[in-house]
């Protein structure tokens, strides 16, 4: 019972975690391999629903059949509804088409990564917390959130996630999962052997003046010469800065959306994209084949297997739909602010929040969010974009993360080139606009916005 479910379990999960344009890729090798499996959305007529099996009782698996059948038949009227609601043009065809010859196929870092995960020892409660960090690591290789924001906003003990991550930066590419430039370097420092190497230590300690080149002035800081550290400098620079680059194709990626957010009456209305998904059924080829008598138990057998998998792809593909739907639903629910009047109105939101209200796992979410866009009235956002967590300010408001790397960004924007502002200089104005942020959180925002420190922005 285990073997045969676990195979459909993995299949639905990936269902819920892969994004739209690979979904339909996933839905065609299935239909490739399942022959009762047709795509309603492709015909151009209406088809008609024929009613459901008799029940026959010389054969025990008939009355399971009759089941099966009876559910494609709602999946019918479900899917002939909505078609007689938006009728499939040539067009649309055309931009199915569109979107099919555009997916990319190369292997995804996330995905490299995953493979590693299966063949370790991990247990299967941290292989959720490993699926969670992985999905939190961007294209560059780095993890995009703290540890104990992730603990905050998935309810995980945080040595639990520490443990996990160190198990992951152990993964190639090498500096995979750091948190920041810094770590990244020295991940692959200490993999080379050179931990107490000349190199880690500009690294750990001088890294923002490395790219001021006095060499001179950091000989004098680490009791070196200035051709050592030159030397040091030259090797630092052939390390990689972005391990998950060589994962990412130079091609041009479409990102389509899952929902789109539309008001309505003065209230947001969240709509799925279900376009782009193949309306599957049952074959009325095969349902006739298992009515006619002439039809052997081993051709019956053979077809009820098929029919299984693929009803249980088709309330898959349902599954992820109202998953990812009732996700939004909450995310728009919270985000109001956010659709009127933009980013600054964004509010703290975590993944167990949403999970309560949806009635579903931490994992869940993460998984349902991964690669999945929302297109809103202020643009297009992937769905984890709204997933921060807050900060209190001094009137006791609690305000995004972002909100903060947003102040951030306007304050270098408007600095005077002449005189950049410093990260404590920085601390002290959000402070004046009520924003309560420690100095390294301000320097670390600042990183992830890849903005240069203030002495390397001078003049610029």
């Keep these: 019972m285990q073997m045969t479910l676990a195979p459909q379990l993995r299949q639905s999960l990936e269902l819920l975690q892969v994004p739209m344009l690979e979904l339909r890729t996933l839905v065609r090798e299935e239909m490739e391999q399942n022959p009762t499996l047709e795509d309603v959305s492709t015909e151009t007529d209406q088809i008609e629903i024929e009613p459901g099996l008799t029940k026959t009782e010389e054969q025990e698996f008939?009355?399971?059949?009759?089941?099966?059948?009876?559910?494609?038949?709602?999946?019918?009227?479900?899917?002939?509804?909505?078609?007689?609601?938006?009728?499939?043009?040539?067009?649309?065809?055309?931009?199915?088409?569109?979107?099919?010859?555009?997916?990319?196929?190369?292997?995804?870092?996330?995905?490299?990564?995953?493979?590693?995960?299966?063949?370790?020892?991990?247990?299967?409660?941290?292989?959720?917390?490993?699926?969670?960090?992985?999905?939190?690591?961007?294209?560059?290789?780095?993890?995009?959130?703290?540890?104990?924001?992730?603990?905050?906003?998935?309810?995980?003990?945080?040595?639990?996630?520490?443990?996990?991550?160190?198990?992951?930066?152990?993964?190639?590419?090498?500096?995979?999962?750091?948190?920041?430039?810094?770590?990244?370097?020295?991940?692959?420092?200490?993999?080379?052997?050179?931990?107490?190497?000349?190199?880690?230590?500009?690294?750990?300690?001088?890294?923002?003046?490395?790219?001021?080149?006095?060499?001179?002035?950091?000989?004098?800081?680490?009791?070196?010469?200035?051709?050592?550290?030159?030397?040091?400098?030259?090797?630092?620079?052939?390390?990689?800065?972005?391990?998950?680059?060589?994962?990412?194709?130079?091609?041009?990626?479409?990102?389509?959306?899952?929902?789109?957010v539309q008001k309505v009456d003065d209230e947001y209305v969240v709509i799925l994209n279900n376009d782009q998904i193949p309306h599957l059924h049952i074959s009325d080829h095969y349902r006739d084949m298992m009515q006619n008598p002439s039809s052997t138990s081993e051709v019956k057998a053979y077809i009820r297997d098929k029919v299984r998998a693929g009803m249980f792809l088709i309330k898959s593909i349902n599954q992820r739909q109202q998953t990812i739907f009732n996700i939004a639903t909450e995310i728009v629910k919270v985000q109001g602010d956010f659709l009127d009047r933009g980013v600054k109105h964004l509010r703290p939101l975590t993944m167990s929040q949403v999970a309560d209200v949806v009635g579903i796992h931490e994992t869940t979410v993460s998984r349902a969010i991964a690669n999945k866009y929302m297109q809103t009235p202020q643009g297009t956002f992937e769905m984890k974009y709204f997933f921060t967590p807050g900060y209190t300010m001094a009137d006791g408001q609690s305000v995004s993360n972002e909100v903060i790397k947003d102040a951030i960004q306007t304050l270098i924007d408007e600095e005077d080139p002449t005189a950049p502002l410093s990260d404590q200089a920085i601390t002290g104005k959000l402070a004046e606009a009520g924003y309560k942020v420690a100095r390294r959180t301000v320097a670390k925002y600042r990183e992830e916005l890849k903005l240069l420190p203030s002495h390397l922005r001078k003049g610029f």
């Design 62 to 260: 008939d009355d399971e059949f009759k089941v099966l059948a009876e559910l494609d038949d709602e999946w019918r009227e479900y899917f002939s509804q909505d078609m007689a609601r938006r009728p499939y043009t040539s067009d649309d065809a055309a931009k199915r088409q569109f979107f099919l010859d555009s997916l990319p196929q190369g292997l995804t870092l996330q995905q490299h990564l995953m493979d590693q995960m299966a063949m370790t020892e991990l247990k299967e409660a941290e292989r959720q917390v490993a699926e969670l960090l992985i999905g939190s690591i961007n294209d560059d290789g780095y993890l995009t959130s703290p540890l104990d924001a992730l603990s905050q906003s998935a309810g995980y003990d945080l040595a639990t996630l520490e443990t996990v991550a160190a198990v992951i930066r152990d993964f190639d590419p090498i500096g995979v999962g750091a948190i920041n430039l810094r770590e990244c370097l020295l991940l692959q420092l200490n993999r080379l052997g050179m931990g107490d190497s000349l190199e880690a230590r500009l690294v750990r300690d001088h890294l923002d003046a490395l790219g001021t080149r006095k060499f001179h002035d950091l000989a004098r800081l680490t009791k070196s010469t200035p051709e050592e550290i030159e030397a040091a400098v030259t090797f630092i620079a052939t390390l990689d800065p972005k391990p998950g680059r060589r994962f990412s194709s130079d091609a041009t990626h479409y990102v389509l959306p899952e929902v789109s």
